[in-house]
């Protein structure tokens, strides 16, 4: 016996990935559907082998309906989420729109998964931002074994962070630079994106950090541990998928970089690839379409008493957001709803 999900937000980037992901791992669906706005109806999207038209989220009865992914930005999801939640379908949601709400569980699976038994407050369980979600899956096993104290995290973010739009400004500006005729101005984000990186991921805020920064913070004390003290630069960079970290760490008690290795080695989501030669590391464009989370370049922090660093990449639009989800919804299925 399986469950009947459903997918709102399906012909977005995150909602066909929710898509592919759900059917790539076998996820025990009895039943789908796939919602999308009145001006996306009718639209055909790929589950499997089989294709499946949109039906128009705003007329969409969720009653009788186990599991919805939503994969829709803030707006929709304050005016449909609760319907839905309402209606008896437990909602995960990949917005931030619940993610700071102490009555919904923010869950990355391999980190906090008891949390999702909190879901019955709301019938809400929030998916966390894509760059926290990867630095998370890297810093619990360590912290587990060390506590840490301090991360200071640089990110690399790719432009799919910021949808379709953004993909498309980068691939436009790139043709752009080779013919001179051509213009194209930003749109999307605030500068150039092509052959440019910009420090500045959503919007300031009073402190002078972005909420992307912001986000990080605030994410990785709900997740992990409200003790650890996080500080984050947040820049876009002109990769497609794929978002890269920067982490230096300071642990309160020593942890040798080999040992560090060998935990990461064994801990779920994480795949170690360091070596200290040429292509003995990981990019984002080989990340793309993986589920782990890579860690390369692990080293001893010679200018703290307890400190390593770290490079940590992932392919955003799967663990920053459909695979977390999808991964959401079978803890879920394993520790509270038990079918399938």
């Not at 082998?49 to 009653?63: I, S």
């Not at 630069?233 to 998928?241: D, G, I, L, N, S």
């Not at 300071?250 to 080999?258: G, V």
Request: proline share 5%; net charge negative.
């Amino acid at each position: 016996m399986g469950y009947k999900v459903v997918v709102v937000g399906a012909t977005g980037n995150v909602g066909r990935e929710m898509l592919n992901i759900l059917a790539e791992r076998h996820f025990p669906v009895d039943e789908i559907a796939v919602l999308a706005s009145r001006k996306s109806l009718g639209t055909e999207v790929s589950f499997g082998d089989t294709t499946l038209k949109t039906q128009d989220l705003a007329t969409f009865d969720f009653t009788g309906w186990d599991i919805a992914l939503f994969a829709v930005g803030s707006g929709p999801t304050k005016e449909f989420a609760p319907k839905a939640a309402a209606a008896g379908c437990i909602v995960i949601d990949n917005s931030s729109l619940y993610r700071y709400d102490p009555d919904v569980p923010l869950v990355v699976p391999e980190v906090n998964p008891e949390a999702v038994e909190g879901y019955y407050k709301k019938n809400i369980i929030a998916n966390p931002n894509c760059s926290t979600a990867q630095m998370v899956v890297a810093l619990k096993p360590l912290h587990d074994r060390a506590k840490i104290k301090r991360v200071v995290v640089s990110t690399y973010q790719s432009v799919s962070g910021a949808g379709k739009e953004g993909m498309d400004e980068l691939w436009d500006q790139t043709k752009a630079i080779y013919n001179p005729t051509a213009d194209v101005p930003p749109k999307k984000f605030t500068k150039q994106i092509a052959f440019n990186v910009i420090p500045h991921i959503d919007v300031f805020m009073e402190d002078g950090s972005t909420k992307e920064e912001w986000k990080m913070v605030a994410e990785t004390k709900k997740i992990v541990d409200p003790k650890i003290k996080v500080t984050a630069t947040c820049v876009r960079v002109p990769v497609f998928v794929g978002h890269s970290e920067a982490l230096n760490i300071e642990f309160e008690e020593f942890l040798d970089e080999d040992e560090a290795r060998d935990i990461l080695r064994e801990a779920p989501g994480v795949m170690v690839i360091d070596k200290r030669e040429d292509k003995g590391y990981v990019t984002p464009v080989e990340c793309v379409g993986d589920y782990a989370t890579f860690i390369s370049r692990i080293r001893q922090d010679s200018t703290i008493d307890n400190g390593l660093n770290l490079w940590c990449v992932s392919d955003n639009l799967r663990k920053g957001a459909a695979l977390n989800a999808v991964q959401i919804a079978e803890t879920l299925g394993t520790r509270v709803l038990k079918k399938g």
